[in-house]
């Protein structure tokens, strides 16, 4: 889990009620994912991938240290977006914040040093000479959780800025002024969940989180319901047959809008994480597209997969 509930849940008639939503604690969120990727990199036929992977994420942990600290949003904003149930990390009105800019252009050039195959150089490259018309560009897909699969690597890149930037602003919210909006939308900045985690930590044993695949918040979701359509019909789970019959990793279909989300079950396994392990159960991915639903769940880096 990229987070770890601190706070106790309130105690309403001797229930416990777990928290709407966990904000991220950037650093550590970036370095555990890191870490997390170099695990599943052993003995994984996506190894170089992986390990690609867990690189960014420390040039993402390096980034959280070396910016200069986003201002918290004004009270009275954050009160209006609570009164009128949005969330108040406006996505579109921070695509031109010039901190995110100067988050991409530092990672752009710390990801240099990374050990990449030589299309993801050449992306990386290209996007250091990109116009701020074409960066404006990539910012706005990502923000729309939207990337076209023919330029999948600029994208990527882009995306882990973006990550940057947005669970630093997300990290400087107050939790308890968060309101739900809708079923799978994220109470923090509005983005779609990448996947979501069943949480075994006390006082919130079994609850559902989804894990937000832009500002890296999560927030409690009821445990069988679609995070597309929000239905409670027609809701089963797939999984990749490993012989033992419980299978950590799930894809929660669903009839009624015929798409489907990762489920994980980190009460079995803690190290489960919603971003890193979505990428290395892609063998998930593979089986999901003979049937008939589609990817609900946004990760940037699955484009392409």
């Not at 555990?32 to 994420?57: D, H, M």
């Amino acid at each position: 889990m990229s987070d770890s509930i601190e706070a106790q849940p309130e105690i309403i008639g001797g229930v416990p009620t777990p928290p709407l939503a966990i904000l991220p604690k950037p650093a550590r969120l970036f370095i555990q994912r890191a870490e997390r990727f170099e695990r599943l990199a052993v003995g994984s036929n996506l190894s170089p991938y992986l390990l690609f992977l867990a690189a960014l994420c420390r040039v993402q942990a390096q980034l959280v240290g070396d910016l200069p600290q986003p201002q918290a949003l004004p009270e009275d904003r954050i009160a209006m977006a609570r009164a009128a149930r949005m969330p108040p990390l406006d996505r579109h009105a921070l695509i031109d914040d010039p901190l995110l800019a100067q988050t991409l252009d530092t990672l752009v050039r710390a990801a240099r040093e990374i050990e990449m195959p030589a299309q993801a150089k050449l992306a990386l490259d290209a996007l250091g000479a990109a116009t701020a018309e074409d960066r404006r560009w990539l910012v706005s897909n990502i923000m729309d959780d939207v990337v076209p699969e023919d330029s999948a690597a600029p994208h990527l890149f882009v995306a882990a800025a973006v990550q940057v930037h947005m669970a630093r602003l997300a990290g400087r919210l107050d939790a308890d002024q968060l309101v739900a909006i809708r079923t799978g939308v994220c109470p923090a900045c509005g983005g779609k969940p990448a996947s979501s985690i069943i949480t075994g930590v006390m006082g919130a044993e079994g609850t559902r989180y989804a894990a937000c695949a832009c500002c890296q918040t999560l927030w409690n979701e009821v445990r069988v319901k679609c995070l597309n359509c929000g239905s409670t019909k027609g809701i089963a789970f797939q999984a990749v047959d490993d012989g033992t019959g419980e299978a950590q990793v799930k894809a929660e279909t669903c009839d009624e809008c015929e798409s489907w989300v990762k489920q994980m079950a980190q009460n079995k396994n803690p190290a489960l994480e919603p971003i890193a392990d979505d990428v290395a159960s892609l063998g998930l991915d593979a089986l999901m597209r003979d049937g008939k639903w589609r990817r609900a769940g946004f990760n940037p880096f699955l484009i392409g997969y």
